[in-house]
């Protein structure tokens, strides 16, 4: 999921700066950009097509600038601070920056060029000072801190208790406490930590375009589906190599390729570059980046009181100490791992078998697996995947929001979209009132990072009339193209990440908050993936697959038959899968409870941790350090081990479904009202108790992966 950086903005409200005779080249400037007023759109969604490169830095400049006079209104307020006119008046403002910001680095993200990544390293530093100026105003900051400490809460709502509480720590957070020389030695360490991410993900990005596995050798295609050999037909004619094939480390030409091609060699030089992406000692090497990132974020912990990033970062969520987590990654891992060992043992056996002569290595992983998977319950991807086209998963998933909430989905082509494939859905709630704009971007392309995640280009909030502002949300995958000869047919983990990220969406859309600062997804890390990974429970449920799973050739219902050796292959390959996923958490980790600066080697750093948990080598982490774009550019620093925490929630949420039905109305009511309505307004405790009833227990989630 997309995060920015974390920092509360507090920005100035929309406004014009009026120039003599209103003909100057300035005024003209302002004038014909359309980020500079309200959008003319259907529902105040972006212009898209209207957006000019050029218009970003004046746009950023003229908010950024309003927004320091709006923080001087309040700090020269004569009137004695309170929560209206101190508290309210910061969450109020800041509407034009937080226009512009959310079009721009959504944009940077899902529809980049060069122009907008050199932007970006201008624009990013601005954005990051403005907060820094913000967070560290002394005069501001000691309004905030009168209403904190004479604040009547017992006259305040839960949400307004909240915000309260989170603007001092934001504040506290940000620096406000500071002595001046710590504080310009906070400002500068931010700044450079906001390069450094979008450079690390600029490299990622570049890394993984510059790759291709150009194929020209039919017989090097043996093993291959007819549909993977399609697709990877269709990408080189898009490169202009007709009559060849083209493979690429995007996820979905990449594990189609490890999982089938009988050529092992080929499938090491494809998995070797997607997992030594950025690690070439070249111009793109994100290794010095990491080391940066990670001595800075040590740095600006120790100025704020705390011993490691770990621990500043996990105060705000509900694991709260390194320690918590730790234990939690040892305890999975303590059952995954030894797990996996069987699963090699299992895998070498039938490439004995086979008479390969082989040691299992990580490239063959996927491919032993698949054959293994045939013969104990006689399943393939290949066979589930004309059951999942695109299309109809996305309209199965539509149907459970539907049965679940009454959410009814109805397409607009005169919304404006960010990329010509993309969808404009208006989103209607059970009394046919219009709730949310949904975006969706399915396709790959070399413009868009590598991943599937939710976004928002506006939060839902209320405005100061009271007046209900819809959120407008932004779905992107990038799934498998369609081709000449078939459309976009989906893997089973595609089909689960769509339903992930489409919970992501639904705790946006389903949010009903006064304040922007607490609306939707604004809750702890380690709460914020229950939406998500709730909804993956839905997707293999039988009477949810009969709805969607639809033979895209022949039009028949999934049977029965697949259905149950779905079910039974369901814990297959699980030691794998968990031991991936986790060794990434605890990778996380072990980088961010550091406690003196790093100067060693970034690879044998990250050798040694794995080795410590106990990696088998036949398994490689599911992201590498130089690669790891969740926790050294995107938001999840020290938080990677969330979808765990989450796991055990989200196991534990779905039994209370399972319990009464998977769409019994009582309790789909009780997740909407307790969990996606409420945003950040209480604390995830608290929500959750007035959900489930008591405290979560992890029985789901290990009898769910097969780890009891």
């Known amino acids: 999921m997309k995060i920015f950086n974390g920092l509360l903005l507090f920005v100035l409200a929309l406004g014009f700066v009026s120039c003599e005779n209103g003909k100057t080249e300035k005024s003209n400037e302002m004038n014909d950009n359309v980020l500079m007023s309200e959008f003319k759109t259907p529902y105040g969604v972006p212009p898209f097509g209207q957006i000019k490169n050029t218009d ?27 929560f209206e006119n101190t508290i309210e008046a910061l969450e109020r403002s800041g509407m034009m920056l937080d226009r512009v910001s959310n079009v721009f680095f959504n944009l940077l993200s899902s529809n980049t060029n060069d122009t907008l990544q050199a932007l970006a390293k201008e624009i990013s530093p601005m954005v990051t000072a403005v907060s820094d100026e913000t967070f560290m105003n002394d005069k501001l900051f000691q309004r905030v801190k009168k209403v ?11 949400e307004q208790k909240m915000l309260l509480k989170k603007t001092w720590k934001e504040f506290v957070r940000g620096g406000a406490n ?7 030695k906070l400002k500068n360490i ?4 906001s390069v450094l991410a979008l450079e690390f993900g600029d490299h990622v990005l570049a890394e993984t375009n510059n790759f291709k596995l150009v194929i020209d050798n039919k017989d090097d295609l043996s093993g291959l589906p007819q549909s993977v050999i399609d697709a990877a037909a269709s990408a080189a004619k898009d490169e202009g190599m007709e009559g060849k094939w083209v493979f690429t480390v995007q996820k979905p030409s990449m594990i189609p390729f490890l999982t089938y091609a009988d050529n092992r060699q080929l499938r090491e030089k494809i998995f070797k570059a997607y997992t030594t992406r950025c690690d070439h000692n070249d111009s793109l090497d994100n290794k010095e980046i990491v080391k940066k990132l990670v001595n800075l974020r040590l740095q600006k912990a120790r100025l704020l009181g705390f ?3 770990a621990d500043f970062v996990l105060e705000e969520t509900m694991a709260k100490t390194p320690g918590k987590v730790n234990a939690l990654i040892d305890d999975i891992l303590s059952r995954s791992i030894p797990k996996a060992k069987e699963e090699v043992v299992a895998l070498q056996k039938l490439a004995d078998e086979e008479k390969a002569g082989i040691t299992i290595r990580p490239w063959d992983w996927w491919y032993y697996t698949e054959k293994l998977r045939k013969l104990k319950y006689d399943l393939s991807e290949e066979e589930m995947r004309p059951y999942f086209k695109l299309e109809n998963v996305r309209d199965g998933m539509f149907d459970v929001a539907n049965k679940l909430y009454g959410l009814t989905f109805k397409l607009n082509k005169d919304i404006p979209v960010m990329y010509p494939d993309a969808l404009a859905y208006e989103v209607y709630d059970e009394n046919n009132k219009l709730i949310s704009i949904l975006y969706m971007d399915f396709f790959p392309r070399p413009s868009k990072r590598v991943g599937a995640w939710m976004t928002a280009y506006r939060k839902q909030y209320r405005d100061e009339n009271g007046k209900n502002v819809i959120p407008v949300i932004s779905l992107t995958t990038n799934f498998t193209k369609p081709t000449d000869k078939e459309p976009s047919l989906l893997s089973w983990d595609e089909v689960t990440t769509l339903f992930h990220e489409f919970g992501h969406c639904l705790h946006g859309m389903l949010s009903k908050c006064t304040y922007r600062h607490l609306s939707g997804t604004d809750v702890p890390r380690d709460f914020v993936e229950l939406p998500s990974q709730f909804m993956e429970n839905f997707a293999a449920e039988p009477q ?6 639809i033979h895209w050739k022949t039009g028949d219902t999934i049977p029965d038959a697949l259905i149950e050796k779905m079910k039974r292959a369901s814990t297959f390959n699980m030691g794998f899968t968990v031991t991936e996923f986790v060794s990434a958490a605890a990778l996380d980790m072990a980088w961010h409870t550091i406690k003196q600066p790093f100067e060693g080697d970034v690879n044998e750093f990250e050798k040694a941790a794995l080795d410590k948990i106990g990696l088998i080598p036949q398994i490689v982490v599911r992201y590498r350090s130089t690669y790891y774009s969740h926790i050294f550019s995107g938001g999840y620093s020290a938080g990677y081990y969330s979808y765990l925490w989450t796991a055990v929630l989200d196991a534990d949420a779905f039994g209370a479904f399972q319990e009464t039905s998977i769409f019994d109305k009582k309790t789909a009511q009780s997740f909407r009202d307790n969990i996606l309505s409420k945003g950040g307004t209480e604390d995830a405790e608290i929500l959750w108790l007035r959900f489930r009833g008591r405290e979560p227990v992890v029985d789901f989630y290990l009898k769910r992966q097969g780890l009891e």
């Open 178 to 184: 500071l002595a001046a020389d710590d504080k310009q």
């Open 190 to 193: 931010n700044k450079e930590l």
């Open 544 to 549: 949810v697959l009969k709805t969607y799973a």
């Open 148 to 158: 904190y400490e004479t604040a009547d809460t017992a006259s305040m709502t839960p």
């Open 56 to 82: 970003y830095k004046p746009a950023f400049e003229e908010a950024i600038k309003r927004q320091k006079a709006e923080i001087e209104a309040i700090v020269n307020n004569s009137e004695a601070p309170d």
């Open 307 to 309: 011993d490691t990033w």
